[in-house]
């Protein structure tokens, strides 16, 4: 993120100018079964209402 936060382009994009960016550890995304059960456990609690 911090790589994209520099690129101007990124910053004319109207959902990060909206604040609509939810950043979470691309770790979780790649390698094992419990790790992408994790991403959506974290993917579910962001999107439910609170």
Do not use: C
Request: aromatic letters at 10%.
């Amino acid at each position: 993120m911090d790589e994209a936060a520099e690129n101007p382009l990124w910053s004319r994009l109207d959902f990060v100018r909206d604040g609509h960016i939810v950043p979470f550890d691309m770790e979780m995304v790649f390698g094992s079964p419990s790790g992408q059960l994790a991403f959506l456990e974290v993917v579910a609690e962001t999107l439910s209402p609170k």
